[in-house]
């Protein structure tokens, strides 16, 4: 996800106004604990803090966090969580802090997603404290706030790997340890899975518990309300856990600080939070359910359900309606209180499935991420003690920043062009154009589906929708992509970012297969810029297309610094000897360099660039396949993308009858593992070497080849 830095003040303010005073803490005037959470925290922040086991590293004068690892003497005793069985609450407060801390100082030296995993770690010992993983099944939703379960299941000492070649992912991954029973790096699917596992148990006649804690943000897609819906029915026994950290619209580099959440989910959230008489009601009605037991149990739950809707509205009813029984608001941070209610929930045989709502702080306990705009969602690598992050300063912009670049430009023209994203203002550049245009732009929540049958309707009314969608995260909307779009040939134009490979974010966000999906659609039009020039003229091209469905991909990264155009004019070929590349989207520019290394071993190549999947430029390809006696397709995408509808149309035209040999180059019909761009292009086969060297072999200049690669 793409990152955002923050510029903060190093000295702690400790004048500060009520009103930051309440911010400050995650409950604010409504918790009987935020008072004291908060006095504790500035007092803490200003000191020595001394341990039971010794004293930690003094914090630095520069900054309001330690400047050097503090220790962690009962961490240090924990290397799986049959380890914590036996420990206090009071150790368990003990540990928990040694964790975030520990989480901190890892996440500085490798960079990812720091808030989220901030606001579990309480939650993370008490549910490791409670139950007994792996056995007990723990899923984690979104996956990104697992740091803390995996320090604490045997990984702590790969910590400083995470997200880096051959390291430890970034989410949760079955093959990666026993006790990651599901991985999650796309939201909204552990209470789907949750139950699957339920309900595998009972069919088993097995005894473990099922437990689904999902959240930041999580909670706003539709597959986690089916799942909820046919868990109530089904009746299994299962703990949903909502961490509600107050993040619904997730915060991937909020550009131009906080947006507000989104959805009438949140507001009901927030209501519940704050109802004190609410929680005293549920004490009097398990108290009634407890004493009298039986037939009054029935009773209780009305007198509840009642209770609830008169006083919050309508948040947690809907869970109830849906054969939930709900528990909370909890204080996500109070080990006493978690650990209490994990303990009688774990223990009450035959409940069905329970949801407990845990309210959380995304950031919690480093103060520079509970001050950021985006709770340091997603970080680089950072100086712990001031917080400042360590980004290499780039000549050219993201071609995230120049797809809304150019979209504002076509808005300023065009009043019907409008603008869709998913809970990814940042990540996708939306929030620059909502910035400019408040009414015209759209964010739906994690809600991919909803998204783009959203646009289809605004295409129907004639305004002109830019649905902007990682390449990945379309997957989850390609019924409505077919259904709801392409047959019925309603005009909405599909952004897809994260094209290709994305480095650290590993094979859940790797964008490998939109050109296949979306060019096998008959009125789809399928486009790929080269460089960020022809970027600005596909946004154009797309926003001219009204009589059906269009799409273009563009690459996680920044531009190569071409000139930005003026024109819609295509770049003309230069025709050479032998051999021909046709490269579609970001491949033309490895394509150049394998160029450029060819002609250094006296090969000089043709390159040219597609630009469109669909519709193919037919007389491109016959100019090519003519006039050159090999022909190589290059693209980083999957097998049956451009490559295959470019054989297609060369084999029904009679082009491959001939002396033409044709390769194509694609991604590997496998997974490729997180790690660094560069290392995963290689795996891949996709460097200016392997072309090369693909080149060398086809003329049987092998010895060339070996040369290319060595």
């Known amino acids: 996800m793409a990152l955002c830095a923050f510029s903060f003040p190093v000295h702690f303010n400790q004048a500060k106004t009520s009103s ?5 803490s995650y409950l604010g005037s409504h918790s009987k604990w935020g008072a004291d959470l908060l006095c504790q925290s500035r007092h803490r922040f200003n000191q020595v803090t001394k341990r039971p086991h010794g004293v930690y590293a003094s914090l630095s004068e520069m900054g309001e966090y330690h400047s050097q690892r503090p220790p962690t003497p009962l961490l240090d005793t924990v290397n799986y969580p049959i380890h914590m069985k036996n420990l206090s609450t009071k150790e368990l407060k003990q540990l928990a802090e040694e964790v975030r801390s520990d989480v901190i100082f890892n996440v500085s030296r490798t960079g990812g997603h720091l808030g989220s995993s901030l606001g579990v770690v309480e939650l993370t010992v008490a549910l490791h404290y409670v139950f007994n993983a792996p056995k007990d099944k723990i899923l984690w939703d979104v996956g990104h706030q697992s740091y803390p379960h995996k320090i604490l299941t045997g990984r702590r000492q790969k910590m400083d790997t995470l997200r880096q070649t051959n390291g430890l992912s970034g989410f949760t991954k079955r093959s990666e340890s026993e006790y990651d029973c599901f991985g999650t790096g796309h939201s909204s699917t552990t209470i789907s899975a949750g139950l699957g596992m339920a309900v595998g148990r009972d069919l088993k006649g097995e005894k473990n518990n099922v437990v689904a804690v999902i959240g930041d943000g999580a909670m706003t ?15 299994s026994d299962m703990i949903v856990i909502l961490n509600d950290n107050k993040q619904v619209s997730l915060p991937t580099a909020t550009l131009d600080g906080p947006i507000p959440p989104v959805g009438a989910l949140s507001s009901a959230l927030s209501r519940l939070q704050s109802n004190r008489p609410l929680r005293e009601l549920r004490e009097v009605a398990k108290g009634v359910t407890k004493q009298i037991g039986g037939p009054m149990h029935e009773l209780a739950a009305k007198v509840d359900e009642y209770a609830r809707g008169m006083i919050s509205g309508s948040g947690s009813t809907l869970f109830e309606e849906l054969g939930l029984y709900y528990i909370g608001p909890v204080d996500g941070h109070n080990i006493d209180d978690l650990v209490a209610i994990l303990k ?13 709502h845990v309210v959380t702080e995304k950031g919690r306990g480093y103060p520079y991420a509970e001050r950021a705009a985006d709770k340091y969602h997603g970080v680089a690598k950072f100086d712990p003690a001031t917080g400042k992050q360590f980004k290499a300063k780039a000549t050219t912009q993201s071609y995230t920043t120049y797809f809304a670049e150019a979209l504002i430009a076509e808005a300023e023209a065009d009043k019907d062009i409008v603008a869709i994203h998913a809970a990814m203002g940042g990540g996708t550049g939306m929030n620059l154009f909502l910035s400019r245009f408040p009414t015209r732009c759209f964010d739906v929540g994690i809600a991919e589906q909803h998204a783009v049958t959203f646009a289809a309707g605004m295409a129907c009314e004639g305004l002109k929708p830019f649905c902007a969608i990682y390449s990945s995260f379309m997957q989850r909307a390609y019924d409505q992509v077919v259904h709801d779009v392409d047959l019925q040939k309603l005009p909405v134009r599909f952004a897809m970012d994260r094209a290709g490979l994305v480095g650290a974010d590993g094979p859940t966000h790797c964008g490998s297969f939109d050109v296949t999906f979306m060019a096998c659609l008959p009125n789809m039009v399928v486009m790929a810029p080269s460089d960020e020039a022809e970027l600005f003229h596909m946004v154009a091209t797309a926003a001219a297309i009204d009589d059906g469905p269009s799409c273009f991909r563009y690459p996680r990264g920044n531009g190569i610094g071409v000139e930005l155009p003026l024109g819609n004019k295509g770049i003309p070929l230069e025709a050479r000897q032998r051999v021909a590349l046709l490269g579609y989207g970001s491949a033309v520019q490895n394509c150049l360099a394998a160029a450029s290394l060819l002609e250094h071993h006296g090969l000089r190549v043709t390159v040219a660039d597609a630009r469109f999947c669909k519709p193919l430029d037919h007389s491109l390809i016959r100019s090519l396949a003519k006039s050159h006696e090999v022909l190589i397709t290059v693209e980083e995408g999957s097998i049956g993308g451009f490559g295959s509808h470019v054989a297609q149309f060369m084999a029904l035209d009679g082009l491959l009858d001939g002396k033409l040999k044709w390769r194509p180059v694609v991604l590997p019909d496998c997974y490729i593992d997180h790690g660094a761009p560069a290392d995963q292009l290689a795996l891949a086969g996709l460097t200016p070497s392997h072309i090369a060297a693909t080149i060398f072999n086809i003329l049987g200049q092998t010895r060339e080849a070996l040369e290319v690669m060595s």
Request: zero cysteines; charged letters at 25%; glycine letters at 10%.
């Open 221 to 235: 897609a539709g597959q986690a309300y089916e799942a909820m819906n046919n868990a109530g029915y089904l009746d």
């Open 344 to 356: 009688e929930v774990k223990s009450t045989k035959t409940t069905g499935p329970v949801l407990i």
């Open 20 to 24: 930051d005073l309440r911010r400050s």
